[in-house]
């Protein structure tokens, strides 16, 4: 393993930075250096805030991305397989897509108000178009050849999807997933800082707010963490998941 | 070997894709149990005629049947072997569960299958890789797996296209008898399209030699070698060695 080699160019510059810091002299309200940010961080720890604030995000992350690639997974799946449906909705998909997710905020707050509710419906709004085309072209780029083997067995509509279109393009869906996740996280965390009172956005705001400098920077790494830890989880499971298919190539860099 | 109607029956059958004529006056029956070779430059239509029967389209003109019904939708009667095997199989399922695909696909009961799948993969030689993926096979291991699939309907018809075109000469021999030996045990009908002469000769009672351009028959031969064939003993016979001269100049005359 050479994986310290990876951390060698961020230990160093948060030497330098520390070294930058303590050259200067007084303190500062507006940053602080990685010494204090660490020291903030355990404090956050131990305090137990941190953990409230990191389940608060991740509980409307998991919960926004459920709903919205599973219903981006269906709407893909039923648009991918039948081109009524698709000249039907075209129109509909291209005007709602391009609406910025953050831009949906104040209507939400108007449905649900503070908590869970708006935040979640929100990152489910941000994850559904991604799964939703990155399904339709899943299904789209299946081998012709399994479909002329469902047709030739003569499997029915609910065999063909789920023994044939589904696990093909499992591989896909699941690039889809990874992908929406990181959106999700995005978008959790930016709902959190512009409108919703909890979670680490709104840590993140009050830390600000207060002139914490170091608590900021120890909760943007603690964020930075989360988001790393998460694409890491999916791309082991990912590997897990297609080791054995010669279809897939599960050497993908992280 | 005449029985009161044939197997497989073309009447006139035509083709049109797209304004092009790819089949053209194809005329032909093939009796229950007899194993006919199609032969042709590549291009002349041989896929699509296994494409036809299959059910997987339809003619323009004539008719295609089996057993005296017309063939308009895939039917459990018919089985179809593709070339490219590595896109055939399923590379999320082991070599077990390719072939529990067919017995899925047939509502066989879950209870039954094992013992059906194991009988499958030793017809097949393939005891001792029931657990492995497409990706672990060789190619001729992954082509004896999608014939285990194909099997595993029981058909009473095996079309297969090309299937040894992209393995090399010892594997193919290995299962050119093979086959013979599944489907001499079952009366299989056997449509088998192939564009090496040899190949046709050595399998086939019967052989059809396609045109293209539209693609239409050009030549149909007899092929009265005795069975059991045999890799040394056929090839050496005299008439094996007269047919394959007489196919030869009629491929060449064809430009084929």
């Known amino acids: 393993m050479k994986a310290w080699r990876g951390a060698l160019v961020p230990v160093l510059l948060l030497a330098l930075a520390e070294?930058?810091?303590?050259?200067?002299?007084?303190?500062?309200?507006?940053?602080?250096p990685p010494s204090q940010a660490i020291a903030a961080l355990l404090g956050t720890l131990s305090d137990g805030s941190l953990l409230v604030g990191s389940a608060e995000t991740l509980a409307t992350l998991l919960g926004g991305l459920a709903i919205g690639s599973l219903a981006g997974l269906g709407a893909g799946l039923a648009l991918g397989s039948s081109d009524l449906l698709r000249r039907l909705t075209f129109l509909s998909i291209e005007m709602l897509r391009p609406i910025p997710s953050v831009a949906l905020l104040p209507l939400?707050?108007?449905?649900?108000?503070?908590?869970?509710?708006?935040?979640?419906?929100?990152?489910?709004?941000?994850?559904?178009?991604?799964?939703?085309i990155l399904t339709q072209s899943a299904v789209a780029q299946i081998e012709p050849r399994l479909l002329e083997v469902a047709r030739l067995l003569r499997l029915s509509r609910w065999q063909r999807a789920t023994k044939i279109v589904l696990p093909a393009a499992a591989p896909r869906l699941m690039t889809a997933l990874r992908l929406a996740a990181g959106v999700a996280?995005?978008?959790a965390v930016t709902a959190e800082i512009v409108s919703n009172p909890q979670g680490l956005g709104h840590d993140l705001m009050v830390?600000?707010?207060?002139?914490?400098?170091?608590?900021?920077l120890a909760l943007l790494f603690w964020v930075g963490l989360i988001g790393w830890g998460k694409n890491a989880v999916l791309l082991r499971l990912e590997r897990w998941l297609f080791a054995h298919r010669?279809?897939?190539?599960?050497?993908?860099?992280? | 070997m005449s029985l009161p109607h044939p197997a497989l029956e073309f009447a006139a059958v035509a083709l049109e894709l797209g304004g092009r004529a790819i089949l053209e006056d194809i005329d032909f029956t093939v009796a229950r149990g007899e194993f006919v070779c199609i032969i042709g430059a590549s291009g002349c239509g041989k896929t699509t005629l296994l494409r036809l029967l299959a059910g997987l389209i339809a003619p323009s003109r004539g008719k295609v049947s089996l057993d005296g019904h017309l063939v308009a939708a895939p039917s459990p009667q018919v089985a179809l072997v593709f070339q490219d095997y590595g896109r055939a199989l399923l590379p999320?399922?082991?070599?077990?569960?390719?072939?529990?695909?067919?017995?899925?696909?047939?509502?066989?009961?879950?209870?039954?299958?094992?013992?059906?799948?194991?009988?499958?993969l030793a017809k097949t030689g393939l005891v001792g890789h029931a657990d492995k993926y497409p990706s672990q096979l060789s190619g001729g291991m992954q082509q004896r797996l999608q014939i285990a699939r194909s099997l595993a309907q029981d058909p009473a018809v095996l079309l297969m296209d090309e299937p040894f075109g992209a393995l090399d000469a010892m594997t193919r021999q290995g299962l050119q008898d093979e086959v013979l030996r599944i489907v001499g045990e079952r009366r299989t009908t056997v449509l088998f399209v192939t564009h090496d002469l040899d190949e046709a000769l050595y399998l086939g009672d019967r052989l059809i030699v396609l045109a293209a351009n539209p693609g239409r028959i050009a030549r149909t031969l007899?092929?009265?070698?005795?069975?059991?064939?045999?890799?040394?003993?056929t090839r050496e016979n005299p008439e094996f060695?007269?047919?394959?001269?007489?196919?030869?100049?009629?491929?060449q005359e064809m430009g084929a």
């Open chain 1, 19 to 32: 070294l930058a810091f303590r050259a200067r002299s007084g303190p500062s309200d507006s940053l602080a």
């Open chain 1, 108 to 132: 939400s707050l108007l449905i649900f108000g503070f908590g869970y509710g708006m935040e979640i419906a929100v990152i489910a709004f941000a994850t559904f178009w991604p799964s939703l």
């Open chain 1, 185 to 187: 996280l995005v978008v």
């Open chain 1, 207 to 216: 830390a600000q707010e207060t002139l914490r400098p170091a608590r900021t």
């Open chain 1, 246 to 254: 010669g279809d897939v190539d599960t050497r993908i860099a992280t």
């Open chain 2, 92 to 120: 999320w399922r082991t070599a077990t569960g390719n072939v529990s695909l067919a017995l899925e696909a047939m509502g066989v009961p879950v209870g039954e299958r094992p013992q059906l799948i194991a009988a499958l």
């Open chain 2, 222 to 233: 007899d092929i009265a070698l005795p069975r059991p064939r045999n890799q040394l003993a």
């Open chain 2, 241 to 251: 060695l007269r047919l394959r001269r007489d196919l030869f100049t009629t491929m």
